[in-house]
């Protein structure tokens, strides 16, 4: 997922890791430079979508578009966690 708005430095990365880690799934959440906000998260179809829809209900006033991408994975991801 790619966030757009005012998704930077108000919080974002660290409750979504907070988010993410009350649902089984792996990933990691950035700050991109163009002002965007990238969630990456693997998991089950239901748990996925909760985390994403739990990120979206918590911040919905700083977010002003996100838009999904099935990508395919490079490496193993273990875990949840904010990259930089």
């Known amino acids: 997922m790619l966030f757009t708005g005012q998704v930077q ?3 974002f ?6 988010i993410a880690a009350g649902h089984p799934v792996t990933g990691f959440v950035r700050n991109l430079a163009d002002g965007r906000v990238e969630l990456v998260v ?4 239901d748990a996925t979508c909760n985390v994403i829809r739990d990120v979206c209900n918590h911040f919905q006033s700083q977010i002003e578009s996100q838009a999904e991408e099935s990508i395919p994975l ?3 991801l273990q ?3 904010i990259r930089h």
């Open 9 to 11: 430095g108000v919080g």
């Open 74 to 76: 490079r490496e193993t």
């Open 42 to 45: 693997t998991g089950s179809q």
């Open 13 to 18: 990365r660290w409750t979504t890791n907070r």
């Open 79 to 81: 875990g949840f966690s």
